[in-house]
T-cell receptor, first 110, second 117 residues
């Protein structure tokens, strides 16, 4: 079983729509959680750190459910520029490395 | 711009050749990480350094791979006798680990895209 699993999508949504997707992780001892955004052929860029059950940053909201071991990301009022692959990232108990999901692709259309 | 730089950005080499990549982390960051990413997958951890000490290596890192961070600043990743399966994006990341914090966000460089023909 993979450490981090994501629905690969793609999620195709119109501008202005709300889109949400989940990620599950296998290690119950995981301590820290992040969402990274990756554009085609570019490096991952940190979008949000998820410290508690609900984290909001502008149009983006991340939810953490430790009991069910999942993290979700919700994007409100989608913009064309939100089109990207969103990587769910979990920190191992030893802290030094990140475990990445394979990513969820979101395409926002005009 | 996160401040992590990598060189070269692209490398095409023939099977059997040796290649070396360089990473310059954000200047005050004491931890440096190497990851590998193939198409359709998330990055996979290869190794990391705390200052100049290499503290962990993934089993993905075969004997043909070696990494150094001689002065605790920049790092190099060398692949000897390259194989076609080594073709991937090699990403470097850095973070600042402090004793009073438990979460260390990692910031990535633009990557080196290796193609082995």
């Amino acid at each position: 079983r993979k450490e981090v699993e994501q629905d690969p999508g793609p999620f195709n949504v119109p501008e202005g729509a709300t889109v949400a997707f989940n990620c599950t992780y296998s290690n119950s001892a995981s301590q820290s959680f992040f969402w990274y955004r990756q554009d085609c052929r570019k490096e991952p860029k940190l979008l949000m750190s998820v410290y508690s059950s609900d984290n909001e940053d502008g149009r983006f909201t991340a939810q953490l459910n430790r009991a069910s071991q999942y993290i979700s990301l919700l994007i409100r009022d989608s913009k064309l520029s939100d089109s990207a692959t969103y990587l769910c990232v979990v920190n191992t108990p030893n802290d030094y490395k990140l475990s990445f999901g394979a990513g969820t692709t979101v395409t926002v259309r005009a | 711009d996160t401040g992590v730089s990598q060189d070269p950005r692209h490398k095409i080499t023939k099977r059997g050749q040796n290649v070396t990549f360089r990473c310059d982390p954000i200047s005050e960051h004491n931890r440096l990480y190497w990851y590998r990413q193939t198409l359709g997958q998330g990055p996979e951890f290869l190794t990391y350094f705390q200052n100049e000490a290499q503290l962990e290596k993934s089993r993905l890192l075969s004997d043909r791979f070696s990494a150094e961070r001689p002065k605790g600043s920049f790092s190099t990743l060398e692949i000897q006798h390259t194989e076609q399966g080594d073709s991937a994006m090699y990403l470097c990341a850095s973070s600042l680990a402090l004793k009073d914090r438990s979460v260390y966000e990692q910031y990535f460089g633009p990557g080196t895209r290796l193609t082995v023909t």
